[in-house]
């Protein structure tokens, strides 16, 4: 059962509106001159046609030529609404959109960061499509930072936070939390069942000592990571650990390797999903190492319900942990 008390707002939010709203005030400038600088980089290539990004061929998913081009022009009009007008929930909602899109333009860069770390994996890196990707996420930050600040010029909502409504604050997690870290976990273990229904002897990645270190982190995101985010040894260490039992766990400690493990997979998976939906409903899906194509509708929605159900989790560890908002009380 979740508990919740209202809050008042904070007599002096009013004042500071215009004082907040300059915390945001770059991100809509910033969104822009990435459009214009990255895009015209795009019309480069869409013209003259792009480098050879290595072994993949390519440096986004879905969004090559000029597609890429369209992309980066529709960052540049959002950027624009948001600098120069008053709210407008559909300008919002197309920066919301306009950010994921480029995230899920870019779900490559997960293989390149986890080729940086572990170079023992044997995982083909390019630095051109590597700067690309990078490049590319930068975009969807300082989109999403953009819209973020634009957000707060809701009517009634705070210019500090860009929260309305009166102040709730929940005494512990919703259920549906529960429901998610657990989701998560069985998202994983799917993954590795069916992984090892079909055996290990043509996994791509190399043997050895950066193989280990892969699978414990596997492992460790996918099942100690998703229910430290719900369970109470998650939030304070449990009486059994010898010196540090009860000893408060910084949510940042867990919040922010559970937000970028789910970004990665539900951006990486996500276009995953979505290319492959593609490939089966017009024929075009080809075999690949060996695998029938059941093995990939399973994996791929397994990682997927893995990444949205951390996610999920964490968001509603962070709305429960957050402090309120200074200005308004919320």
Known sequence: MVGAAPGSAHPHSGGTRPAARTRWAWAPWAALCWALGYGALRIRWAVLGPPGFGVIGTDLIGFTGWGGVALCGAAAAVALAQAAGRWHRAVEVAGWLVAALLVMACPLLLIDVVGLLLPGLGLPLDPGAFASRGACLAGAVAVAAGTRGYRSRRPGGCARCGRTGAAVRGERLPAWAWWAAYAAVAGCAARVAVQWAVGFADA??????????FDAGFALAGSVLPLAVVHSWGWALPSWLPLLAGRRVPHRLVLVPAFAVAGALTAYFGAGTVQLAVETATGTWTESEGLPLAFYWITMPAYLVWGLGLGA?????HRLSRPPCPACGR
């Open 204 to 213: 791509p990645l190399r043997a050895g000592a950066a193989l280990a270190v």
């Open 313 to 317: 989790a964490a968001l509603a560890r």
